[in-house]
């Protein structure tokens, strides 16, 4: 792509062991107060979005035409340079209304930031990363302020990945290293801390294993999903020399498997990189209205005994982020989840299916990292007497849908449902509170 938990909580996780012993089958090993994992605090109208399959990445984003020609491709998600110092292209057609024509036209978006580069390595030309800790730390906390604001002009939302362009630069200078680490690090925590998911992209040999290298340090905030470039023609996301696939191994990896070249579809070409992905992407909302004849009550959760938050009238148009399962009406038991927080039952809005989910809305889910050094036991109920189903390796992302009360883990009892139907305590995972629920994930 060369265009602090206290100490009190240590403690209880200890006693925690001796309480449940072997049979509960969790990972009772002190969680990191900071990094290595640290909390995303998603906003209220927050989701995550995910992508598994063919994308492509070019300098330019293609024109609106270009991308509808294209839907005779294998492709269904566009990798878009958004913000960097180092963007070297112009971006003529990217705007918040081809944001959302694409969008609707079926299509996941990769938004890019193509920001400082490595003091040792990347072009000559290039604005670089200090060499000075502190300084290298700020300038990645400005990258991802400024990465935000750019998303957010294109409407992209939060719970959006926003991935951070680091092109390739030498193993041996330890200075360039921290510098780069140092960077990254800073780029995740505050992405996090404005409720967007950290993505990296990197050589794999020139780059990556130097992130996988530090995958548990306490020195560096790890990020949520690793993009690699390895021009093999290759497009497997495991196998990677020296990132092992317990690492970001739950939709949190990308590949660049085949740099520039040309592609024609529908009578179009465009000079492309080819990429494989299971990962996290851009967050945006859908147009949708109101279908009922009446006043149409948006809730707190997704179901009829929750709060009413506001009222639309009929025909009213509604942003739609993400739909989660919810009690049934009419013929659906679908709620949609509008940017505002709230939800309205998707009986009552003019989505394509009338009984289910309807493409391209996503599922409501917030991806947070697992932060049991030896993994997480998944089960198939909210609590460690259940049958063990799964589990989640350190460092993966803990797709939440909703939670629940179980049985006693550490510090809370509250357990994490995740999108495949397993739970897991929430005591090991990095939601903001490790006592109660964190919003905005809902209740069960």
Not at 78 to 90: D, E, I, K
Not at 173 to 181: E, P, Y
Request: hydrophobic share 35%.
């Amino acid at each position: 792509m060369s265009r602090p938990r206290s100490a009190l909580r240590r403690l209880l996780a200890v006693l925690s062991a001796c309480v449940l012993g072997a049979s509960a089958g969790l990972a009772l090993a002190p969680v990191a107060t900071a990094e290595p994992a640290t909390p995303v605090g998603y906003p209220a109208g927050a989701t995550a979005t995910r992508y598994a399959g063919l994308a492509f990445d070019t300098c330019t984003a293609p024109s609106l035409a270009t991308v509808q020609a294209w839907s005779a491709s294998p492709y269904r998600a566009l990798g878009v340079y958004v913000s960097g110092v180092n963007r070297t292209c112009a971006q003529p057609q990217l705007t918040a209304a081809w944001v959302a024509s694409v969008s609707h036209l079926k299509w996941r978006l990769l938004p890019i930031h193509k920001g400082l580069q490595p003091p040792c390595g990347a072009r000559p030309s290039d604005a670089k990363i200090s060499t000075s800790p502190a300084t290298a730390r700020s300038q990645g906390t400005s990258a991802a302020g400024e990465a935000v604001a750019a998303a957010k002009n294109l409407g992209m939302l939060t719970g959006s990945a926003l991935y951070n362009d680091i092109e390739n630069y030498p193993q041996t200078d330890s200075a360039c290293r921290a510098a780069v680490l140092n960077y990254a690090s800073a780029w995740t925590k505050e992405l996090h801390r404005l409720g967007y998911v950290s993505g990296v992209y990197m050589n794999l040999t020139l780059g990556a294993k130097q992130l996988a290298d530090v995958y548990t340090s306490t020195t560096y905030a790890r990020p949520d999903a690793l993009w690699i470039a390895r021009y093999d023609g290759v497009d497997s996301l495991k196998g990677w020399a020296g990132v092992a696939d317990s690492k970001w191994a739950v939709h949190q990896r990308a590949k660049q498997f085949r740099g520039g070249h040309d592609e024609t579809y529908g009578g179009v070409t465009v000079n492309i990189d080819t990429d494989r992905l299971d990962a996290p992407v851009a967050t945006v909302a859908y147009s949708y209205k109101v279908t009922s004849t009446t006043t149409l009550n948006a809730r707190t959760g997704p179901s009829t005994s929750y709060s009413v938050a506001a009222t639309y009238a009929p025909g009213s148009a509604l942003k739609v982020v993400c739909q989660a399962p919810g009690s049934k009406v009419g013929t659906t038991s679908v709620w949609d989840k509008l940017g505002t927080g709230s939800y309205v039952s998707d009986h009552y809005v003019n989505t394509p299916s009338t009984t289910g989910y309807s493409s391209p809305l996503p599922r409501c889910t917030y991806p947070y990292q697992v932060t049991s050094p030896s993994g997480l036991t998944e089960r198939s109920g909210p609590g460690a007497g259940y049958t063990t189903v799964g589990t989640s390796p350190n460092g993966a992302l803990a797709w939440v849908t909703c939670q629940r009360a179980g049985s006693t883990v550490g510090t809370t009892k509250v357990w994490d449902r995740l999108d495949n139907g397993h739970y897991v305590s929430d005591y090991y995972v990095a939601t903001p509170s490790n006592t109660t629920y964190s919003k905005p994930a809902p209740r069960c």
